[in-house]
């Protein structure tokens, strides 16, 4: 099964509404989901969303559109802009 979205999608958001809800615009694939984790590939890079009973509620995969409904801990930028990894402080220290 192919999580692909449509690649025309620009505008990315996220927006958390009382700590039960995530909506996701700019979405272009989901890597990876269960009840306590979703990995999505965005436009902006990676974001990876932690919580407890997390379910996929909505998602659009002509808009590039998710909601996922639980409790959220956490949202996530893994990657950067380019999908190039982020280099840490260390990385950078001993370069």
């Known amino acids: ?3 692909s979205f449509d690649s025309n999608v620009i505008s990315h958001s996220v927006k958390i509404l009382e700590r039960n ?3 996701i615009s700019g979405a272009k694939k989901v890597n990876h989901f269960n009840e306590n984790e979703f990995l999505i590939s ?3 890079g990676n974001v990876n969303i932690k919580g407890n009973n997390l379910e996929l509620i909505k ?3 002509n808009d590039g559109n998710i909601c996922i409904k639980g409790k ?3 949202v996530t930028y893994l990657e950067g802009i380019n999908g190039e990894k982020e280099n ?3 990385t950078k220290l001993f370069k």
């Open 1 to 3: 099964m192919d999580n």
């Open 21 to 23: 809800n995530v909506f």
């Open 42 to 44: 965005t436009v902006m």
């Open 59 to 61: 998602l659009d995969t």
């Open 72 to 74: 959220i801990n956490s």
């Open 88 to 90: 840490g402080f260390f």
